[in-house]
């Protein structure tokens, strides 16, 4: 499938009501977070509940996907270890890391579960162009990546590169929950009880990382102008 087709529009059709739009104030517990999105995406899916993004932050933690390989959890007993239903393998989710939670109903928009992670990726890479930042996807690695010229090149010669956010997603009746992390200014030495995502010999960063003065509610106005552009309109905060 060539990339144009996978970009296709993905706004609800004609009609649809806007996207809630929640931030959540302190740090949610997961097994919170599971339950939530859960319910809510029952409720969307039976037509009882408009389409939901739900920005949190966590207590420092570890999930797995359900591509996770035992031996990418280097240090199991650092912080709680979660299996989740999600796609994909390890990932670390903690304080300074925006969680968007997003539960969106393809029926409505497109059922192409790849077009919807590339619409994801899109939103983090505009996201990121609005703050100077120039985030890329790469094909054969989920997320988005940025160049770290300033370091020394990969064994293969190609440049360095640090991974500054993740994607993660599960579908059931075509509604989907989980989403997308942002490394805004967490703590980017809990990465190392992982592997993240199962990729090796890459880093990970950060916006504060790359330099740049950016609050949590910084980041979170650029991604709901992205949410906006890429997936149509979105209420105001819940």
């Known amino acids: 499938m060539q990339r144009a087709e ?18 959540e104030s302190g740090l949610v517990p997961y097994d919170v977070a599971v339950e939530t999105m859960e319910r809510e995406a029952a409720l969307i899916a039976a037509g009882e509940a408009d389409e939901l993004v739900w920005l949190v932050e966590h207590p420092p933690l570890y999930t797995a996907g359900t591509s996770a390989d035992a031996a990418d ?4 007993n650092r912080f709680p270890v979660f299996d989740t239903g999600r796609g994909g393998e390890y990932t670390y989710h903690g304080p300074g890391q925006r969680v968007a939670y997003v539960m969106l109903d393809l029926k409505r928009r497109r059922q192409d579960v790849r ?4 619409a994801l990726e899109d939103v983090v890479i505009d996201a990121l162009d609005q703050m100077n930042v120039r985030g890329e996807r790469r094909e054969d690695r989920v997320g988005v990546w940025v160049r770290r010229p300033e370091r020394p090149p990969l064994p293969d010669g190609s440049p360095a590169e640090d991974k500054i ?5 599960r ?23 992982i592997v993240p ?16 003065p950016v609050t949590m509610d910084d980041a979170d106005l650029c991604l709901k102008a992205s949410f906006g552009k890429i997936f149509g309109p979105v209420a105001p905060i819940d």
Do not use: Q
């Not at 956010?165 to 997603?169: H, S």
């Not at 989403?179 to 009880?193: K, M, Q, R, W, Y």
């Open 115 to 118: 077009a919807f992670v590339a």
């Open 165 to 169: 956010a993740a994607i993660g997603i």
């Open 197 to 212: 995502c199962g990729i090796r010999g890459y880093g990970v960063t950060s916006l504060v990382d790359l330099g740049l």
């Open 6 to 23: 996978l970009e296709k529009s993905m706004l609800a059709v004609p009609g649809s009501p806007p996207i809630r739009w929640r931030v």
């Open 73 to 76: 959890l280097v240090d199991p």
């Open 171 to 193: 579908l059931r009746r075509w509604v989907s929950f989980h989403g997308l992390s942002l490394n805004v200014d967490p703590d980017l030495d809990h990465f190392s009880g």
